[in-house]
T-cell receptor, first 115, second 112 residues
Framework: AQKITQTQPGMFVQEKEAVTLDCTYD???????LFWYKQPSSGEMIFLIY??????QNATEGRYSLNFQKARKSANLVISASQLGDSAMYFC????????????FGTGTRLTVIP | EPEVTQTPSHQVTQMGQEVILRCVPI?????FYWYRQILGQKVEFLVS????????KSEIFDDQFSVERPDGSNFTLKIRSTKLEDSAMYFC??????????FGQGTRLTVV
């Protein structure tokens, strides 16, 4: 069975600073995918970044990077140069294969960017 | 930029009634999904659909739920006899190669 844990219910960051949102996972599958989604107050789910379990390098997408530490089973999201528009809920998710089939989501972290 | 479109954005229905939630996935995508999010809780997988059939479903997706791709563009979720606990945000998602899922803006279902 898969399990995703986000231990930070809420985080604050100063505008223009970097912030790390924690995510740990547990799975017995040999291959899997890790995802981060952003959910603003309007409710939609916005895909941010994906990391496959066999990817050698950490994924990056603009200001987002995924700090993938396979041995520790962690997939932390790093947001650099935070902006006010980054204030939202952030969900870590995992798929049991390297695809997006059947995502298991964590409970989320609410990020608030302070001006 | 192509996006997943869901209609309606908000649906209110009486308990026991049938509802159909509609989704138009991104046109060249092959994998389709439904998820739900009860208010204040995490997003939960309901069902995945590929090649015109269900590829996987969760325990939540019981006999009151069904999915259909009636034509080349729409993907629907039907809830046959709604219960109060079905009130949630329902998200449709699609994926081109099953490595990233793009979500629609959601349909908020309220059962009264």
């Amino acid at each position: 069975a898969q399990k995703i844990t986000q231990t930070q219910p809420g985080m604050f960051v100063q505008e223009k600073e970097a912030v790390t949102l924690d995510c740990t996972y547990d799975t017995s599958d040999p291959s899997y995918g890790l995802f981060w989604y952003k959910q603003p107050s309007s409710g939609e789910m916005i895909f941010l970044i994906y990391q496959g379990s066999y990817d050698q390098q950490n994924a990056t997408e603009g200001r987002y990077s995924l700090n993938f530490q396979k041995a520790r089973k962690s997939a932390n999201l790093v947001i650099s140069a935070s902006q006010l528009g980054d204030s939202a809920m952030y969900f870590c998710a995992m798929s049991p294969s390297t695809g997006a089939n059947n995502l298991f989501f964590g409970t989320g972290t609410r990020l608030t960017v302070i001006p | 930029e192509p996006e997943v479109t869901q209609t309606p954005s908000h649906q209110v229905t009486q308990m026991g009634q049938e509802v159909i939630l509609r989704c138009v996935p991104i046109s060249n995508h092959l994998y389709f999904y439904w998820y739900r999010q009860i208010l204040g809780q995490k997003v939960e997988f309901l069902v995945s659909f590929y090649n015109n059939e269900i590829s996987e479903k969760s325990e939540i997706f019981d006999d009151q739920f069904s999915v259909e791709r009636p034509d080349g563009s729409n993907f629907t979720l039907k809830i046959r006899s709604t219960k109060l606990e079905d009130s949630a945000m329902y998200f449709c998602a699609s994926s081109p190669t099953a490595t990233e899922a793009f979500f629609g803006q959601g349909t908020r279902l309220t059962v009264v």
